[in-house]
């Protein structure tokens, strides 16, 4: 089997193979996760597009192993689902260190490792990287060949540009979703400094504590504990639809720095949906 190196390929081409290699992976991931899991569809990945990112980088970086792993499909076998599974967990970790958020969690399968990575996924990235390069990256590769230099051109620069501008709106939400998170926070400490101390004050979860100091901001009827009240009900009832994008994205999210918000945010998304 010829495979071209990638090296040898322009950058528009190159580009275009990641763009592609992307968009498998979001079609893999709906299928996956979406159809045979949830039994819906659900637009997975981080993007408004339809294309995980991620499965482009891992993509890029198994045509850039050596030819000799690449022609024998049991080296590319093992040498792509150890390389993916890197890819993986240090996105998973990056993710985790900027937005204070693990986005996946595979802590329920067996041999995962700290929940970002586990075996299963592991062999189904090896058995997805043989087919990718053996069978769907050579029509892939021909398809954008065909174009002129000039229509290359043309569709890899619009891609890039949708790209940048997509990867811009998510990184603002994935803000306002952090930024969300810290002020239920902020919130939710400074009702504790007031009242941890009061016999009223009870419940295990954010969710009893703010239901107990609303029971008690009702009794008082008076202007200061009204505006508690409604801070409260804007905290529970508030529409976020950022949170929710994400939240029916990644139903397994969790969060060490934000966990109590976290779960009232998803308590609050469960209840909405049913």
């Known amino acids: 089997m010829n495979i071209i190196p990638i090296y040898e390929l322009s950058w528009q081409i190159i580009f275009l193979l990641f763009i592609s290699f992307s968009f498998i992976g979001w079609v893999s991931e709906v299928t996956y996760v979406g159809f045979f899991s949830a039994h819906k569809f659900i637009n997975r990945g981080f993007l408004h597009g339809p294309i995980c990112p991620i499965y482009g980088v891992g993509g890029i970086l198994i045509l850039l192993l050596p030819q000799i792993i690449l022609k ?162 804007v905290i529970q009832n508030e529409k976020r639809p950022v949170v929710e994008r994400f939240l029916n994205k990644f139903p397994s999210a969790k969060s060490r720095k934000f966990k109590d918000e976290l779960n009232l945010l998803k308590q609050r998304f469960i209840n909405k949906k049913e």
Request: charged share 25%; glycine share 2%; hydrophobic share 50%.
């Open 72 to 233: 024998s499909w049991i080296l590319l076998f093992f040498s792509s689902m150890i390389l993916c599974t890197i890819v993986e967990y240090f996105a998973s970790w990056i993710l985790e260190k900027i937005f204070h958020m693990k986005w996946w969690d595979y802590s329920k399968y067996r041999f995962n490792i700290h929940g970002r990575v586990c075996l299963l996924n592991s062999l189904l990235f090896g058995v997805l990287s043989v087919l990718i390069v053996y069978f769907v990256e050579p029509f892939i590769l021909k398809f954008w060949q065909d174009f002129s230099l000039y229509w290359q051109g043309f569709f890899a620069s619009a891609l890039l540009i949708i790209l940048i501008l997509d990867l811009i709106v998510t990184v603002k939400e994935l803000v306002d979703f952090t930024v969300t998170m810290k002020k239920i926070k902020t919130f939710s400490e400074n009702l504790r400094a007031k009242f941890e101390k009061e016999e009223w004050f009870l419940g295990e979860t954010l969710q009893e504590k703010l239901n107990s100091v609303k029971e008690y901001a009702k009794l008082k009827k008076d202007q200061i504990h009204q505006t508690l009240l409604d801070r409260i009900e």
